[in-house]
């Protein structure tokens, strides 16, 4: 390779317009890049440590719109970008500019780190931002290069989980954050791709019980400007630039083969892998942000921009430009992007970052939008796990329910009704109920299963579940911006004091409101995502935005207090049980009406009786019960058998004081046994049983879930 790159290479030939980006082929290296308008691409090959351009030649043919060419005796390894020419006039959406060095949108591996200068920019920094005059300095030297990779990798029998929707436990971790501070992960490793895959992590996510783990952004992303002026970095991801590139920062030898090898041995251990994908806007931000690569390639195509003024960009995102998905090779781009992540990576599903903004039309959200049809109909992505972040920051951007059949979404307002619950809120228990029960209210509409709501309480944008019962405000001060950024409006409770204490009624308070919290999560209908770190307490000094916060106030403790120890075994308690009883984990929303003379469902009031339909509207009302009909699942296993449970009952209490709560006496002298009472975080073997008709004292602020063990027949 290094004889070959201190001489020129032979000249190129015509080479073929697909597949686009750079393929090795055995024998030499295609090269296709789309420009729509585009007058002429060169091609740029660098040194093995992309400090020192060899050669540039300009690609050589251009068949509908794509230009290419083939590079013989070329191989993997090989440092390139593109030098696109055509007009320099923002004042008519089009920024090409030569001395711009740009990464190719379908670069599979992307070599070393971007080092800010004035030069990425495509005008002139010290003049007059409002003329953006052409800025002729060159950036090639402190660019990003792309790589050609060999994609040859040994994959063997590897087969994805599969794992069924409704057997579902999405944990959302960062790579690095995660395994920072493992203790039992080698120095080295921390932090990686190759972490992520070792044996101490794969026996935590068994031991907890999860069975999807959803990466926050891996794909190749960049550092904001702003935040390296201020000695900050752009921590969770979501400022993408390479699409098909897994970020080489999580890796220990730059390779694309670590990532496959970590997929790979997931997937032995029954893990599943989803990726947090940002395809909504990428890293060149608004009209003042850099040129990096679709900018420069053609910015009119890529994004979209004011129809009555294209030197400005449509917004939806928040983050200065959105991707023009009503343009086709975009589209293709994007679907060419997942079809590579499955197909050659293996993932197993991804969530969207800002999805509504993924199915915007000409400006309303358009439910049948191109990328949506486009997906539903493609037999590789139309099977693999599809998330949607169902809002972005446009008008009518708030889609939650709202997705066609085959997608789930995060569940918002799961998250807030729960929140304001626990927090002590009156008039919510109606809408709980909904949210409890899989939310047939939003997915039953168009032919959706209560899998389709995927609930959380916490994630990644936000508080912590420790800091959620910690803090009443945010505080952001670490991320340079005095607190302005993030969340207003948490739907938090400190429980009476902000921020850490010794107090120990306010700690012990707060204990039961975290169990409460993860309680409600993984016995409710739907598929819970849980964030890591929430069960062992990890906190986040009530920094509700830490984007940026690349330390000890997002990696992981792994060094547990007496009191998050046993927060974590009660977590790995609960879900073992929710995976043990298909009564939480229903393919099929509740009826209300008999089944075997048995309703599958009936909710009930502190007298044991079922509720009616006024008292759904008590604004007083804080206290509720549950009761779940095992006999009244009425769906079958894979082998046609019909499925049965033990009855449970569920009994909430988010006021302040006890309240006994008297045993439905569907039967007489029923017997229930205590499973959870999150006054405490282990039952005991030889707690009390209650018979129907009896009281149960139901504490303040706490949920207990009591349950009768039935005989099963098939």
Request: a negative charge; glycine letters at 8%.
């Given at each position: 390779?290094?004889?070959?790159?201190?001489?020129?290479?032979?000249?190129?030939?015509?080479?073929?317009?697909?597949?686009?980006?750079?393929?090795?082929?055995?024998?030499?290296?295609?090269?296709?890049?789309?420009?729509?308008?585009?007058?002429?691409?060169?091609?740029?090959?660098?040194?093995?440590?992309?400090?020192?351009?060899?050669?540039?030649?300009?690609?050589?043919?251009?068949?509908?719109?794509?230009?290419?060419?083939?590079?013989?005796?070329?191989?993997?390894?090989?440092?390139?970008?593109?030098?696109?020419?055509?007009?320099?006039?923002?004042?008519?959406?089009?920024?090409?500019?030569?001395?711009?060095?740009?990464?190719?949108?379908?670069?599979?591996?992307?070599?070393?780190?971007?080092?800010?200068?004035?030069?990425?920019?495509?005008?002139?920094?010290?003049?007059?931002?409002?003329?953006?005059?052409?800025?002729?300095?060159?950036?090639?030297?402190?660019?990003?290069?792309?790589?050609?990779?060999?994609?040859?990798?040994?994959?063997?029998?590897?087969?994805?989980?599969?794992?069924?929707?409704?057997?579902?436990?999405?944990?959302?971790?960062?790579?690095?954050?995660?395994?920072?501070?493992?203790?039992?992960?080698?120095?080295?490793?921390?932090?990686?791709?190759?972490?992520?895959?070792?044996?101490?992590?794969?026996?935590?996510?068994?031991?907890?019980?999860?069975?999807?783990?959803?990466?926050?952004?891996?794909?190749?992303?960049?550092?904001?400007?702003?935040?390296?002026?201020?000695?900050?970095?752009?921590?969770?991801?979501?400022?993408?630039?390479?699409?098909?590139?897994?970020?080489?920062?999580?890796?220990?030898?730059?390779?694309?083969?670590?990532?496959?090898?970590?997929?790979?041995?997931?997937?032995?251990?029954?893990?599943?892998?989803?990726?947090?994908?940002?395809?909504?806007?990428?890293?060149?931000?608004?009209?003042?942000?850099?040129?990096?690569?679709?900018?420069?390639?053609?910015?009119?195509?890529?994004?979209?921009?004011?129809?009555?003024?294209?030197?400005?960009?449509?917004?939806?995102?928040?983050?200065?430009?959105?991707?023009?998905?009503?343009?086709?090779?975009?589209?293709?781009?994007?679907?060419?992007?997942?079809?590579?992540?499955?197909?050659?990576?293996?993932?197993?599903g991804f969530r969207f970052d800002l999805a509504a903004a993924l199915?915007?039309?000409?400006?309303?959200?358009?439910?049948?939008?191109?990328?949506?049809?486009?997906?539903?109909?493609?037999?590789?992505?139309?099977?693999?796990?599809?998330?949607?972040?169902?809002?972005?920051?446009?008008?009518?951007?708030?889609?939650?329910?709202?997705?066609?059949?085959?997608?789930?979404?995060?569940?918002?307002?799961?998250?807030?009704?729960?929140?304001?619950?626990?927090?002590?809120?009156?008039?919510?228990?109606?809408?709980?109920?909904?949210?409890?029960?899989?939310?047939?209210?939003?997915?039953?509409?168009?032919?959706?299963?209560?899998?389709?709501?995927?609930?959380?309480?916490?994630?990644?944008?936000?508080?912590?579940?420790?800091?959620?019962?910690?803090?009443?405000?945010?505080?952001?001060?670490?991320?340079?911006?005095?607190?302005?950024?993030?969340?207003?409006?948490?739907?938090?409770?400190?429980?009476?004091?902000?921020?850490?204490?010794?107090?120990?009624?306010?700690?012990?308070?707060?204990?039961?409101?975290?169990?409460?919290?993860?309680?409600?999560?993984?016995?409710?209908?739907?598929?819970?995502?849980?964030?890591?770190?929430?069960?062992?307490?990890?906190?986040?000094?009530?920094?509700?935005?830490?984007?940026?916060?690349?330390?000890?106030?997002?990696?992981?403790?792994?060094?547990?207090?007496?009191?998050?120890?046993?927060?974590?075994?009660?977590?790995?308690?609960?879900?073992?049980?929710?995976?043990?009883?298909?009564?939480?984990?229903?393919?099929?929303?509740?009826?209300?009406?008999?089944?075997?003379?048995?309703?599958?469902?009936?909710?009930?009031?502190?007298?044991?009786?079922?509720?009616?339909?006024?008292?759904?509207?008590?604004?007083?009302?804080?206290?509720?019960?549950?009761?779940?009909?095992?006999?009244?699942i009425n769906e079958r296993d894979t082998q046609g058998h019909?499925?049965?449970?033990?009855?449970?009952?569920?009994?909430?209490?988010?006021?302040?004081?006890?309240?006994?709560?008297?045993?439905?006496?569907?039967?007489?002298?029923?017997?229930?046994?205590?499973?959870?009472?999150?006054?405490?975080?282990?039952?005991?073997?030889?707690?009390?049983?209650?018979?129907?008709?009896?009281?149960?004292?139901?504490?303040?602020?706490?949920?207990?879930?009591?349950?009768?063990?039935?005989?099963?027949?098939?």
């Amino acid at each position: 390779m290094q004889d070959k790159m201190n001489k020129p290479f032979p000249r190129l030939w015509p080479g073929k317009p697909y597949p686009l980006g750079a393929t090795w082929d055995g024998s030499g290296v295609n090269f296709a890049l789309f420009s729509e308008h585009a007058e002429r691409v060169e091609l740029c090959l660098f040194d093995d440590k992309g400090q020192r351009e060899e050669q540039r030649v300009a690609l050589p043919e251009q068949t509908d719109q794509v230009w290419h060419g083939y590079l013989p005796e070329a191989r993997p390894g090989l440092l390139y970008g593109y030098r696109v020419y055509g007009p320099y006039k923002p004042e008519e959406g089009h920024r090409f500019n030569p001395n711009k060095l740009l990464l190719d949108p379908y670069a599979k591996d992307i070599h070393g780190m971007l080092r800010w200068s004035d030069a990425h920019f495509g005008y002139k920094i010290q003049s007059n931002r409002k003329d953006l005059s052409y800025n002729w300095s060159d950036n090639a030297r402190n660019m990003l290069k792309c790589r050609v990779i060999d994609p040859a990798f040994t994959w063997g029998n590897d087969r994805s989980p599969q794992t069924p929707w409704h057997e579902t436990i999405i944990y959302e971790l960062h790579v690095k954050g995660f395994t920072r501070l493992h203790p039992l992960i080698p120095p080295r490793l921390r932090g990686t791709y190759a972490a992520l895959a070792s044996e101490p992590v794969i026996e935590h996510f068994h031991r907890l019980g999860v069975t999807a783990i959803e990466l926050m952004p891996i794909h190749t992303f960049i550092n904001d400007h702003y935040l390296v002026e201020h000695g900050l970095s752009n921590y969770w991801g979501y400022n993408s630039i390479g699409f098909f590139a897994p970020d080489n920062r999580y890796g220990t030898n730059g390779r694309v083969n670590e990532f496959k090898t970590m997929i790979k041995t997931l997937h032995a251990a029954g893990i599943e892998v989803i990726l947090d994908v940002v395809y909504n806007h990428t890293a060149e931000g608004n009209e003042l942000g850099p040129t990096l690569s679709f900018r420069g390639i053609d910015n009119a195509v890529y994004y979209r921009l004011m129809p009555d003024n294209p030197r400005y960009y449509k917004d939806y995102t928040g983050c200065g430009n959105t991707m023009n998905m009503m343009h086709p090779r975009v589209l293709q781009l994007i679907m060419d992007s997942l079809r590579y992540w499955v197909l050659e990576m293996h993932v197993d599903g991804f969530r969207f970052d800002l999805a509504a903004a993924l199915a915007r039309g000409l400006h309303e959200v358009d439910r049948l939008g191109a990328f949506l049809d486009t997906i539903h109909q493609d037999p590789v992505l139309s099977q693999v796990k599809l998330i949607a972040e169902p809002w972005d920051l446009g008008e009518g951007g708030y889609q939650v329910g709202n997705f066609p059949v085959g997608w789930t979404e995060w569940n918002g307002k799961y998250r807030d009704v729960v929140r304001d619950y626990w927090k002590g809120e009156g008039g919510v228990i109606d809408e709980l109920g909904y949210r409890l029960t899989g939310s047939s209210d939003l997915y039953e509409h168009n032919g959706r299963r209560p899998y389709a709501s995927i609930n959380f309480i916490t994630a990644h944008d936000g508080f912590t579940l420790h800091d959620l019962v910690s803090y009443d405000h945010k505080h952001n001060e670490a991320n340079g911006e005095n607190n302005r950024d993030g969340e207003n409006h948490n739907r938090s409770w400190n429980c009476g004091v902000e921020g850490e204490t010794d107090d120990p009624a306010i700690c012990s308070l707060r204990m039961r409101q975290k169990r409460n919290f993860l309680a409600t999560l993984f016995l409710s209908q739907g598929v819970p995502m849980l964030v890591a770190g929430d069960e062992m307490g990890r906190s986040q000094q009530g920094n509700n935005n830490a984007y940026c916060q690349d330390n000890q106030i997002s990696w992981l403790n792994w060094e547990l207090s007496r009191e998050n120890r046993e927060l974590l075994h009660f977590a790995q308690a609960l879900i073992g049980l929710t995976k043990k009883h298909p009564c939480f984990r229903r393919r099929n929303f509740f009826q209300g009406h008999s089944i075997k003379g048995k309703k599958d469902i009936v909710w009930l009031n502190p007298d044991g009786k079922e509720m009616g339909e006024e008292q759904w509207k008590h604004d007083y009302a804080r206290c509720l019960g549950v009761f779940l009909a095992g006999s009244g699942i009425n769906e079958r296993d894979t082998q046609g058998h019909l499925i049965t449970d033990d009855d449970f009952l569920m009994l909430l209490n988010a006021y302040h004081e006890e309240i006994l709560f008297k045993l439905p006496d569907f039967a007489v002298d029923q017997e229930w046994r205590v499973l959870i009472d999150t006054m405490s975080s282990v039952i005991p073997p030889d707690a009390p049983h209650y018979c129907s008709g009896e009281g149960y004292s139901l504490q303040g602020r706490s949920l207990a879930l009591l349950i009768h063990e039935r005989k099963h027949t098939q």
